[in-house]
């Protein structure tokens, strides 16, 4: 496969001296690299392929829902541990209860949408990999309650230990990962994540 620039060209640097690094469009660069990922992907036919391995998706049925997630790479395994008991919940979470309203559906596919690149700054970076493991191990009672269906109990203190993460992480993500996370940022703080969590026990 082959990409190129069509004319008329929008980069006046192009073959020119001045054609360096702080002269590209970097979010234009991630989103058509992104592009080409998924292009390849497709024409390979591994797109669509049901697998709990590889890098496609995997598609789980539960109570008549539907739910299609990547089966690449997962934050939560990689700060958390292959095998830790506590991913079943994460997942029963994911697959019975966020599915059951748009903003569910909505948060699952903003991080899956940038699961490979999450996980791989978890994974180089021990210090924010610990941060983001005492996080998720505080918020492992409400996720109990949820499934339990009864009011989750998240404090002001949890909600500041999130936003103080999602700060960290923004130092090292792309563009397009570092915008989801400032409006991810704004949902938190606007306590728009949390009316979206109690509205799938109701």
Known sequence: MFIIEDYPLVNPNQHKSTDTLNTLNRDFHYESTRALVAAVAHIAGTDTQTTTTTETTITTTTNDTTTTVPGGPCPAKTIMGQDNPELKKLRILRNEVFTRTAAGNY?????????????????RDAALKGKAYMLIQSLMPDVKRILAKRAAAIGSDTVRK?????????????????????????????????????????
């Open 107 to 123: 948060y699952t596919a903003l991080y899956y949408k940038h699961a490979s690149e999450l996980s791989d700054i978890f994974a």
């Open 162 to 202: 999130s936003i103080e993460l999602i700060d960290r992480v923004q130092e090292q993500t792309s563009p397009a990962l570092r915008e989801d996370l400032a409006h991810l940022k704004r949902d938190i703080q606007n306590g728009l994540v949390l009316k979206a969590v109690k509205e799938t026990i109701q």
